[in-house]
């Protein structure tokens, strides 16, 4: 029998921001958008619309012209062969080939076209989603699946079998919506960016310092260095002093406000020993504060994961005024995307998720899931910008 005609809401990207995305008005950055469906083909699938859409930096990320080519030419060939299968017990997710075990799906031909987000085109956003109809014989109606390929900020979407996982129970009944976060992109940059750019080493006598100490990738670099590396000092940046004071609730020893008017004197005090690692997460007048804290005669890393200060800079460019420790104090900068190190994530993962399920992670408190309608959707994504997240930023869509 035919089915009738679906159509569904999308967000897209109507005007791109110059500075901080607008949210109303007639230079809103999305739009909303009507579409009609297509019939569902053989192996596809579609979501039931109350699905869980994980927030990244990506509008900017993606429209960063220089970096993103770069990206793009490191990506592993073998993410062709990529699966995630969360679907079965865990042992197996374990013992997985290397080539057939990597991040969620991605296929190198996605990253290749994951360039900016084009005007008129939805923005991306992975998604979890229990299944409403399929036409799929290995996914059927009821089942939880989660895609990064076809994830958009849309109500219903079309999902393939070939791209989308099954998703298995997570230790202790942690819900699903992990698997965006901390077992996901954020824990795995979290997990690779630290030992594979920054090298860090478990029980060593190391300092690591990171910022945005608070939000999805660095709280997960904060518990990962104390919790399962076991290095001797971790200390955190954020821009409360709640959330600092979370922070060091995870595991860190010790949290900067950056917000503070005596950050600099408290980073100071904070690193009299210097820091081996800064796992830099935002850029700018932070990156700036570390440079001159950083060890000497090329013993200290920078491992730069992102310039979140710089996104909505709009064109102006990053002032460094320490540039020249670089230098003077031979720190190595080690710029990386999680992609670089796929042949870690099995390994990773396996080490996240048995840190979960012995209770050495703190999960409670690692994700800001936020109901809201796909309308509310763009102001919810702005809450990386204003630091209003703790943990993974997720929304619950709601009719
Ligand atoms: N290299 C990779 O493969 C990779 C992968 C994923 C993410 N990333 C990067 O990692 C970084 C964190 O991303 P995420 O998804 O985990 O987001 P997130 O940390 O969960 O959220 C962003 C946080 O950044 C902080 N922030 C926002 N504007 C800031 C500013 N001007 N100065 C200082 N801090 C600021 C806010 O916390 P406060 O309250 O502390 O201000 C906010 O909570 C981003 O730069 C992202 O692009 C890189």
């Known amino acids: 029998m035919k089915m009738a005609a679906r159509t569904t809401k999308q967000l897209i990207l109507a005007n791109k921001p110059a500075g901080m995305p607008v949210l109303s008005g007639p230079d809103a ?22 699905s869980y859409l994980e927030h990244n930096t990506y509008l900017e990320f993606y429209s960063c012209a220089r970096c993103m080519p770069s990206q793009t030419m490191q990506a592993n060939a073998d993410l062709s062969r990529a699966q995630f299968p969360m679907s079965g017990s865990m042992s197996h997710l374990f013992t997985s080939a290397r080539r057939e075990f990597t991040f969620p799906g991605l296929r190198h031909s996605n990253i290749l076209n994951s360039r900016a987000v084009l005007t008129r085109r939805s923005m991306r956003s992975g998604v979890i989603a229990e299944v409403l109809e399929s036409k799929s014989p290995k996914i059927k109606a009821g089942d939880m699946v989660m895609d990064y390929h076809r994830g958009i900020w849309s109500e219903l979407l079309i999902l393939s079998d070939q791209e989308c996982q099954l998703l298995a129970p997570l230790p202790n009944g942690l819900p699903l919506t992990h698997y965006l976060g901390t077992f996901g992109g954020s824990g795995l940059t979290s997990y690779t960016g630290l030992l594979y750019a920054g090298g860090a080493k478990r029980d060593s006598d190391q300092t690591v310092v990171v910022s945005a100490a608070g939000g999805a990738t660095g709280s997960m670099v904060v ?62 007048a932070i990156l700036d504060a570390m440079l001159p804290r950083m060890k000497r005669l090329g013993k200290g890393t920078i491992a730069v994961c992102g310039a979140i200060a710089q996104y909505n800079a709009d064109g102006k460019p990053m002032e460094l005024h320490n540039w020249c420790e670089v230098f003077s104090a031979r720190i190595n900068i080690k710029g990386f995307i999680m992609f670089d190190f796929m042949e870690h994530v099995p390994a990773a993962l396996q080490e996240l998720i048995a840190a979960a399920a012995d209770g050495r992670l703190d999960l409670s408190d690692a994700e800001t899931v936020v109901q809201g309608t796909l309308e509310q959707q763009p102001e919810i994504w702005t809450r990386l910008y204003t630091g209003d997240n703790k943990g993974k930023l997720v929304t619950k869509l709601v009719a």
């Open 29 to 50: 950055t999305f739009k909303l958008q009507t579409v009609t469906l297509p019939e569902l083909k053989e192996g596809e699938i579609v979501n039931n619309p109350d």
């Open 223 to 284: 518990q990962i260095a104390a919790k399962i590396l076991k290095v001797k000092r971790v200390i955190g940046i954020a821009g409360s002093d709640e959330k600092c004071e979370w922070v060091k609730k995870i595991g860190a020893h010790e949290c900067l406000n950056y917000k503070s008017p005596t950050f600099l004197e408290d980073l100071k005090a904070a690193t009299p020993d210097e820091v081996d690692i800064y796992y830099d997460n935002v850029g700018g």
